[in-house]
């Protein structure tokens, strides 16, 4: 951690700047760059909040050299992580798609899209069971009743499952039936649930919340790692902007910046990325281009009498179009669906 | 609900809308805008998704002529709602300050921040016992064992207290202890939080999202409210752009919006919504003129000190300076502190 | 236009609506949708500002149901419009790379990055001699004595040449030097050089602002084509969010929805969109594969001396396997290099 | 300037960038913070871009300890500026307000308002003649023979003019006929209005862009005062952020933050800044308690037939009751109307 003093800081300032530092377990050491003068602070500088500094008299401003995430930087683990779900391996060298209904609604529903995601060859079903909605008048999903008919389709089509929790008691529902827990965007930082999913045995997905910058969302990722669960998979989803061209912003740029800070992989939503179907086909491929380990994406069997986000739901017959495009695109990216 | 139709749509295409619409207990009707062509749907519009008509054929807008927010709405009710802290008043004609340290750190700390708290005239204390960090290695509150000593304070001072729930445990800790029970912004929709929150007897101070649109915030009021509990109170804090000038943007103006929306009280947090001390007074005078019913400030007896946010504490010097100044003012905009 | 009436309208304000609407020679009707009552307006309606009547007493909301931009939309133009450089294409079935230095710097500089883009098989070199520096200290480009310079430089090489022009007397250089005009960001609402540049014989790239919306884009293409310049290419270049992973937050969603609106062809500038070198390669995949007509890319042959933008620069090195990279995959997307 | 390397940084590496710092003037000087490796650059480092080190090999990141800025700074000129608009004073002590309609457009509404400005006891009048629309098919002001009307009115009444220049012709126009020359927030980057603006006799008002950062900002500022015009005022309008509930979001909170940075006075635009005539009283108090010196307000005689921008206009009634309470507000800041 680096001090920038004011030019007119006094000894006195300093010294209490110094002072508070050693409390805190750091070594300070005056450090001069032309006419500016700094106070380098040593020592276990990530438990350390930079806050204990910028309101004291003389700091001008406070520096943090490194980053405060470790178990999900490349500094804790160089090579990529690979991370298993039931078997489908996710991180280099394949591309994995996770597609289902936003919504588990009905048996009939259900399955139809579980086989259409099946057929057109993608190894995971997603489905939300329990939704959160921004209205409380919404649709909230099937809830518990419908990890039965999980049971089934899983077992019928051999698709794991990938489903959301939203707090402790739909996390152990989801730990009981599922192959995946999802962390919604809304709950980025809902740091219980984080640390309830750091004791799982399962892998856990971790969506960006919408206006999380890439050092809180592999913050947020460090709170599922150290509670002892090493598989995290990261899901950019679309960050939120000034734009009205499209439900989210997406941004694949992130992609690129992530891979030179962590080593976990990375999934793109390109459904919740731009909130209309007809957009995502190309949202996807350019994902693929950009760098992503896979996608989440929403296929419905019938998108107009979805109940929720029908409108950037995917047909079984233009999914099964993309997942053949992606099939011939990902050898030039040295993936292989 | 209106629905803009394409300019080449097909019969068909318009006969499925309607169908659809029936389908969800709607009434189609045809609608002309000169050349344009839409569709009324009238009915139980606010449980239906937009999305259920916006990815089919021949459809080109949907609008929603109605919001999605019904309890927390002026049309629910007209007059301003006064919302009672155990006997403190939150709304019209008064301005009610609620101050105290960003994190409760120790006996000493807590019993000179409630000292100057009330000293200076402010009739609730804050201060939280579960802090949700970015990071999992900053300090994360004192947690259940802070709960004995507020209760010592609030017996001795006299203050009302506030603090934050942060998951359902939390939330028992605080409804058991506490005269109200604050969802931070990161919660502002956790869903599951807020559901129970409605089923609490005490107020809620529900601090707005840092993406969160108006609309998106009041529609996390009606699930408190729904839940049958009408003590709910809004809390600007900042919201989340590209400035760097400060921690958050503090967004004043969404108090004459909200007023013309909603009936509930609104307070502003000065301390998060600029994230620097001395930028304080001037946001929080400006939040009294901007019609606010009150403040959320942070003081803390020794801010170089403080485990969290010290670089936004007020010391208890400026605390009563600004009590002082906002006392002087509040009358000219009809207020009593 | 549609003007949907507050619950309480009197029939004394709904009058005074309609007689404003009528000085506007608009056409008010009546028309209801369940207990909602709503005035639909007809006419050229386009002309006439929503904000006539958002003010007026008994109005909760204006809708305007048509786009302000005519002459960039799918309606005036129902095919893609291909842009002709001096001969280069732009449009479908082409992906154009135009690629040079941020500034031409010096006779050496402008010649090794010439050959380098010419090595690599792009048809059009950028580079900037009148630079927009947000500071009035940095260097602002070697201005018109620099024309001379790439006179030789497009004699000897046969490359075509896109720059920027800041102002009036910059554009008249442009316009006698270079095969395309370059609109920069900053500039996308400077409507007096857009005016300008709408009399001009040259075709327009049109870069979109850090801020706009896509529909503000295409009403400051309006703007040149209203003119009577029939040839304008838009470029997307990042806009500005909260995110610091980048200089920009690439926008790539905006393509597919772009292509619904407008017939007019779109480039992507991956250098100022992720600002950084590293991150360039993957996010002009990203481009292709997202639908993009081409790139604008930024080649130094000394990227560590550069005069402004040194860290988002391709090597010529880099930017020769890009363009291989681009040639093998262009294909998939029906498009040759 | 500090330069991190990156952990693995080779002597070669750091050999090249301090090579690079010499051709540019600077001195490096290796610095440690414990076990990371810093280089300390000296010089001129105002005039050389960081870019030109942040893609060196070996450079983790690149910390510019100086803001670029210089005239617009507290170190450059310590007491706040007072700046002179024909007589008129905009600095510390008073609080200046500037009314008037968004556009001229005709004698007689020009005439209603200036009589209005000037009844309410405002001292300078604003109005657009030149208007920068978003739509080339929207009204664009009465331009130049507008300035006659104007000389009438300001004869008549005594009011000062402040009116915008959106190029170098009109800017002439400007400074032919009115005491103060407005560049609006999309020119804040014409670097080349800015440069002519600062060749003026006229004082600047200098309107901040819809996403620039405050240092943005005081760089568009340093553009006019380095050209030789000290006397520039700026002015805050709202920036462009998610909210819907408010055409852009104003940012008070820059108020506070600039007044550290810089001694130039700073006016408010609350019409622009909340797009709602409703909402304009509001945020003007606020405005005023923020620490602003003074307000940018929109007036029209009939707001329901303003050209351009009626749905933000005060009337004559209701700003004459904002100049009131403004008036018995002002004493407890400090400030006299």
């Known amino acids: 951690m680096l001090i920038l003093l004011k030019s007119g800081a006094s000894a006195v300032q ?11 377990s750091l070594i300070p ?16 500088t990530a438990a ?22 470790r178990l999900a930087s490349r500094e804790f683990r160089r090579e990529d992580t690979t991370v298993d779900v039931a078997g489908v391996r996710i991180g280099p060298g394949t591309f994995t798609v996770m597609a289902g209904p936003c919504s588990i609604e009905s048996p009939a529903q259900a399955a139809d899209a579980a086989n259409a ?6 190894p995971v079903l997603r489905g939300g069971l329990y939704k959160p909605r921004t ?23 051999g698709l794991r499952f990938v489903t959301e929790a939203i707090d402790e008691q739909s996390l152990e529902q989801v730990e009981a039936h599922a192959d995946m827990i999802q962390i919604g965007a809304r709950n980025m930082q809902n740091f219980s649930l984080l ?24 913050n947020a990722a460090d709170y599922v790692l150290s509670g002892g669960n090493p598989n995290v998979v990261l899901c950019e989803r679309g960050i939120r902007t000034f ?21 976990l992989p990375i999934l793109v939503d390109p459904s919740h990325g731009t909130g209309r179907a007809t957009h995502v ?22 998108p107009g009498h979805a109940l929720s986000d029908g409108d950037q739901s995917l047909t079984p017959e233009r999914f099964n179009a993309l997942m053949k495009l992606l099939r011939q695109l990902a050898p030039a990216f040295g993936r292989a669906l």
Chains 1, 2, 3, 4 share one sequence.
């Open 117 to 122: 995601v099946k057929a057109a060859g993608a």
């Open 14 to 24: 300093i010294e209490a700047i110094s002072a508070r530092a050693k409390e805190l």
């Open 281 to 302: 086909p190309a949202m996807a491929c350019a994902a693929l281009a950009a760098g992503a380990d896979g996608l989440l994406v929403e296929v419905h069997p019938d």
């Open 48 to 69: 350390v909040d930079p806050a204990a500094f910028a309101s004291m008299p003389g700091v001008a401003r406070v520096m943090n050299l490194s980053a405060p995430f």
């Open 195 to 218: 640390r309830r999913a750091g004791r799982s045995k399962l892998p856990v997905l971790l969506k960006r919340g919408m206006s999380a910058t890439l050092e809180e969302w592999l």
């Open 135 to 157: 209205s409380p008048y919404s649709f909230q999903g099937l809830g518990a009743e419908g990890f039965a008919l999980m049971d089934t389709l899983r077992a019928q089509t």
């Open 243 to 263: 734009n009205t061209h499209a439900r989210n912003t997406l941004d694949l740029g992130v992609i690129p910046a992530a891979r030179e800070l962590t080593h």
């Open 29 to 44: 050491q005056p450090v001069r760059s032309g006419s500016l003068e700094l106070l380098s602070l040593t020592g276990a």
